[in-house]
């Protein structure tokens, strides 16, 4: 395989953009498909594309020792790629995925996709070291797919609630894969190695509990259809991930990530009214 491509990782990068695709039907339904939506959605889907290949490449060309034993199989510890052209390949990735966001001519659009990059740069180059900021970036970039989804519908709000309840529980998910982590993160500011384990793990349960309890919002307002409470099944796993996180932090954070699949399934089916 070309070395980009492999240090790209283009099957993350595409199914981001199926990701992107499903928050447009989340935010809008079928109406998502409109004719007049179509155009910006195929940009936005190669944004995200470029975007991940970009974010991937900086991030290749910073960990390329830890690499050396954690993925040598990867072009960069191969040698096949030197860092500097991983650098300078992920920055140039970065700032054409705002060229391109532009030429959906949608303010909303373009002020995510810009937040996200200058982000993205920051957490790789500096936040990531920084624990407990760097778990929060990882959320915040993990809910503004669902928001770049429902400014395409010209609705940015209209995936508030599935954006916040991912990244709350993002940030515990995190925080447990921290916990998991301590021994090897000597050196590194992150919440578990600030405050303890056991008082870092309270603050994920914190985390995961607030899901649930958002998940109750588009219920009040009846933003989606009858199938959306499904839900239901989505808030116990994230209850049971908050009972796991205080004694086995690795089933916690992997029960909240089954947690996650159910409340996405959840709010795709809500988005279909009948």
Known sequence: MN???????MGNAVMGAIGLLVACFMAAGTDAFASE????????AAVVVVFVAGGNSINDSIDYEI??????????PMGRITPKQAHVTGISLLLLSVIISIFTFDAACIA??????????LYEVLLKQRGFIGNITIAVLTGMVFLLGSAIVH????????????????????????IEDMEGDEGRYTLPMMIGKRAAALVAVLFFVAG????????????????????????VLFLYAAYLGLRDPHGGQKMAKKGMIFGLLAFIAGAIRF
């Not at 690499?67 to 960069?76: G, L």
Request: with cysteine; hydrophobic share 50%.
């Open 67 to 76: 690499d050396k034993t954690s993925h040598p199989e990867r072009p960069v």
């Open 112 to 121: 995510i996709v810009v937040i996200a990059s200058v982000l993205m740069y």
């Open 37 to 44: 939506y179509l155009v910006n959605m195929a940009l936005c």
């Open 212 to 235: 649930p309890v958002l998940s109750i919002w588009p219920m009040i307002t009846d933003q989606y259809g009858p199938l959306y409470y499904v839900v239901v099944i989505a808030d």
């Open 155 to 178: 609705d940015v709000w209209a995936n508030l609630a599935p954006a916040l309840m991912a990244g709350l529980v993002t940030v515990g998910r995190e925080i447990c894969k921290d």
């Open 3 to 9: 070395p980009y491509l492999q240090m790209f990782r």
